[in-house]
């Protein structure tokens, strides 16, 4: 698969397959998912066991990258429903560029489009990516992070304290 290479203002500068991206550690677009319950609860899912980096880590409810000529928001209800099994409305919330090596010689460095939904049926996730889900409170998400962070992937230990400043701004 071949993502999208940006600059730090998100501009769209090239194209090249995603290992090849990962080794380089080069920018490219990305997008996180954030789903809530009517409870306020937030949706997190174990990545599946096979999983190139972060296997087996804990993260939000979906993460992926808008394929060349694809629009980001329509690639992430499209990830979302390949995922997780379900669909529901989407909205932006925050972008974020981060940086994170893994132990395999692969990192991450991506300009990540945050968006956040609602949903509160019936979750039927792909064994290929999801080991395990569960919703739980972001007081509950916040203290596991502290007292466990290598249980979650680096780039929800990024953006977890972004969406809880966004969560004080705005209604979920």
């Known amino acids: 698969m071949e ?12 194209t090249m397959e995603k290992m090849e991206v990962h080794q380089k550690a080069l920018l490219h677009r990305a997008f996180s998912i954030f789903i809530f319950n009517d409870k306020g609860e937030m949706l997190l899912h174990k990545r599946a066991d096979k999983k190139y980096h972060s296997a087996g880590l804990w993260t939000n409810a979906c993460c992926s990258h808008p394929k060349p000529g694809e629009e980001t928001l329509a690639a992430a209800q499209i990830r979302l429903q390949e995922e997780m099994g379900f669909s529901t409305e989407l909205r932006k919330a925050f972008d974020f560029v981060y ?41 509950e998400i916040k203290s596991s992070v502290q007292s466990h962070p290598q249980k979650y992937t680096e780039w929800f230990k990024i953006a977890f304290p972004k969406m809880e400043a966004y969560l004080e701004t705005e209604a979920i």
């Open 3 to 14: 993502v999208i290479l940006v600059d730090e203002h998100d501009v769209p500068i090239g």
């Open 99 to 139: 940086k994170a090596p893994f132990d395999n010689g692969l990192t991450e460095h991506e300009f990540d489009h945050v968006f956040i939904g609602t949903y509160d049926g019936d979750i039927v996730p792909n064994p290929e990516e999801v080991s395990d889900y569960c919703f739980k409170t972001v007081e």
